[in-house]
């Protein structure tokens, strides 16, 4: 079961044009999304009301959603504006149903939820995928696996050292690394430090540096499933962790989880710098070993997926690692229980 009542990111704002439709399917339900003539983004269930066909099938016309199958139009607001066969009266029944959305530093988020509960200041701020100090390439996964197991992944850094081992990760030490973590209202604060370490893969690609950093990760990982990182590496005790940093190479992630359905997941992510941002190479070499590594871990997870659905009694060992995925996982359980419980009583 999944929560509602959220912000879900749908889309990278460019995937979302005026020239065709995206269907996407969100939580179990499929959305078509487009962009009117004067570049607003709507979203609607992505199905005809006439016969059930896709309306991603259709296309876009100014200002007008047509379906192609029988031809019938919707407005931006989801009404219907034609019928065929020369019936001049609309049934109610004709229009679509709207789902808030906002787009926000060039990512696109919809609420699946009640529209009059979607408030825009509950959208976690990503300023860096839009700002002029930084330099990022957008990307997209998807995966074939229920997203609590990307969710675990995310929230669990030990594995850096091990499946990251050549690209992200470097020494197996970082895994006996313990993390500080604290508790947010809509999810969970992780900070982890590395002091006096050999450099991560990556890093020793972009800029060269061989000898030992002092290096950080530390993220929020909020509901329903979104990955906000400051990370970075700087020369071993120039005082990164007080706070100076003009010594350092720093990075924002930004990734977010979106549930497709029970047993897949929409992914997207990037990774940004703040430094050479006016060399294309230095985005491109940082994106290239950030995607290597996130197919190591796509590798690992539909491995570890594919394990478990041979065997739904197992039960996972808990370790101290797993802490931060622990109160995550019932964090959602909670959130999801007490949001059924309130439709049921309504």
Request: hydrophobic fraction near 40%; charge should be negative; proline fraction near 6%.
């Amino acid at each position: 079961m999944f929560l509602k009542n959220t912000w879900y990111v749908a889309a990278w704002s460019h995937e979302i044009n005026n020239e065709a439709l995206l269907g996407r399917t969100i939580i179990g339900t499929p959305v078509v999304f487009w962009r009117d003539a004067k570049g607003e983004v709507a979203a609607f269930p992505d199905r005809c009301p006439h016969r059930g066909a896709p309306l991603s099938k259709g296309r876009v016309e100014g200002s007008t959603l047509r379906c192609m199958y029988h031809g019938m139009t919707f407005n931006g607001q989801g009404a219907c504006t034609y019928v065929p066969g020369g019936q001049e009266r609309i049934p109610a029944a004709a229009n679509l149903h709207r789902f808030p959305v906002v787009e926000r530093n060039n990512w696109a988020w919809i609420w699946m939820g009640e529209a009059d509960k979607a408030d825009p200041s509950l959208i976690p701020d990503t300023y860096w995928l839009d700002s002029p100090e930084w330099r990022y390439k957008p990307d997209y996964m998807h995966y074939g696996v229920n997203y609590l197991l990307i969710a675990d992944n995310l929230l669990d850094f030990s594995h850096l050292a091990f499946v990251h081992e050549k690209t992200l990760g470097g020494s197996a030490g970082y895994a006996d690394v313990r993390p500080e973590i604290e508790r947010l209202d809509n999810g969970l604060r992780v900070s982890r430090w590395y002091m006096d370490s050999p450099p991560a893969p990556f890093v020793k690609n972009l800029v060269g540096w061989t000898d030992n950093v002092d290096r950080w990760n530390m993220y929020d990982f909020v509901v329903p499933g979104v990955f906000l990182m400051d990370s970075g590496s700087a020369p071993v005790g120039t005082g990164a962790r007080e706070g100076d940093r003009s010594q350092a190479v720093q990075f924002r992630s930004a990734q977010a989880i979106t549930p497709e359905t029970e047993n897949s997941t929409h992914y997207f992510f990037s990774q940004a710098h703040n430094f050479s941002i006016d060399d294309p190479s230095v985005t491109e070499t940082l994106h290239a070993g950030l995607l290597a590594g996130f197919k190591e871990d796509w590798d690992m997870i539909h491995a570890q997926a594919a394990s478990l659905a041979l065997d739904p009694d197992f039960k996972m060992m808990p370790l101290n690692v797993d802490n931060a995925l622990g109160n995550f996982r019932a964090l959602m359980k909670k959130l999801v229980s007490s949001e059924q419980a309130l439709s049921r009583a309504a």
